[in-house]
């Protein structure tokens, strides 16, 4: 679909890529921690998108299996949710996707 | 206001009241931590509570000052968020506020 193809164009074009809510506070610790790590990441709030976020919401499950948000994306590769990136960076293994990923 | 009574009175005669979302991962490790303590928390969710759940988030927050979710009450006393909950219990004043709330 459209929809679909958009979002991948948008994950391969951009280093990180994270689908957010503007009230979600798992959503806000994903955004403070790239800020933190100075990554710069493309967000897009689906509560502030009108019928397009649910829709949205709707197609990343399509493409990732994850309904929820948020949802994180870098280098193109699907990393999940607010968990599993926090997991990430306390093994270390963070911060070296986002070198790869911003080095593309 | 009515609301605000029946709110005074859910949390004086309950010893564990949480005001949540269904949706929010906040909300879920608060009610999770309780369960983990073995205390039991009366819980209203208020996404599911057509009208009143907003209704009632406007209340608590002219009660509380906080318009965030989750609201968590202990024997009485407003505790706070997440945060402030998980602070307590890593702090070690959780549980003794939880016994003292089911010992009244
Ligand atoms: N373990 C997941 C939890 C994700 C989750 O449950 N997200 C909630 C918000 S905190 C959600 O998307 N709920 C459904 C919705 O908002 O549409 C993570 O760490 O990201
Ligand atoms: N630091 C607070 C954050 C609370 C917060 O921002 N809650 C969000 C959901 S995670 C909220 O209530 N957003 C507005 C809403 O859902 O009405 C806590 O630990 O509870
Ligand atoms: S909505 Fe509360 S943590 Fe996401």
Known sequence: SRLEETIKKTVSD???VVYSKT???YSS?????FKKLG????????DEMGAQGPQLQK?????????TVPNVFIGGQHIG???????????GELEPLLSKAKAK
Do not use: I, M
């Open 59 to 67: 197609v990343l499950e399509r493409l990732t299996g994850q309904h």
């Open 81 to 91: 949710g607010c968990t599993d990136t926090l997991k990430l960076y306390r093994n």
């Open 14 to 16: 951009n280093p990180v």
């Open 29 to 33: 610790e994903v955004k403070s921690l």
């Open 39 to 46: 990554a710069e990441a493309l967000v897009f709030e689906l």
């Open 23 to 25: 009230w979600c506070s």
